[in-house]
């Protein structure tokens, strides 16, 4: 059992950046991928970044390879989000999830999510 909990967002202008974070509890953070998701107001939840267990791969979202950075410390627990150049399409609620296999991470169907932290960009 994995209980997860981010934190970080907030608002910010447009160009500007922010880092979101997602700390894991309750069993050991390296036996599992981690990903981030969100979800704006009227749509669907989509996917934002994922990253193995050890670190070693990372995959994004069309809509933010260039912008976002994904990754993890797992002495302290932690995943990251390193959010930059964001725009107003970017505001969404952010979601960190967790599970044992990236395939069904990926596909948004980790067993394991925190809940969400708001994320604005706004002039």
Known sequence: QVQLVES???LVQPGGSLRVSCVASGDI???YDMGWFRQAPGKEREFVSAITWGGSNTYYGDSVKGRFTISRDNAKNTGYLQMNNLKPED???YYCAADATMIALAAGRGRYWGQGTQVTVSS
């Open 29 to 31: 953070f390296s036996n």
């Open 8 to 10: 970080g967002g907030g």
């Open 91 to 93: 505001t969404a609620v």
